[in-house]
């Protein structure tokens, strides 16, 4: 049996607990991490077209933003198991506010 396209999906924590730390949102200096109310988590999908080898990831990251460090960071690691992907198969999304 042949499948037209191979998905997979992951999650893992990637919450970060530093106490004292100021949060990311309306910029109140007294707004201090004193605990973890939500994990954070990162997400992930594969998808391939197995005839053509044709691979699109996309991670989802409970993050307010995505930098070019983060971003760089993401894409050294995935080069080390999959040196064959290409930037253009790789789609990172933020999805955390403060502010909503």
């Not at 530093?18 to 999908?45: E, F, Q």
Request: net charge negative; aromatic share 8%; glycine share 4%.
């Amino acid at each position: 049996m042949t499948y037209p396209w191979l998905i997979g999906a992951g999650k893992a924590d990637i919450t970060a607990f530093i106490p004292g730390i100021v949060m990311l949102g309306h910029g109140n200096p007294l707004n201090s991490v004193k605990y973890v109310d939500t994990p954070l988590h990162a997400r992930a999908i594969w998808i391939e077209k197995p005839e053509s080898k044709q691979v699109s990831i996309m991670l989802c990251l409970e993050v307010c933003f995505v930098t070019q460090a983060l971003t760089d960071a993401l894409w050294e690691e995935l080069q080390k198991e999959y040196s064959n992907l290409r930037r253009d198969q790789l789609i990172i999304t933020a999805q955390h506010t403060h502010s909503a």
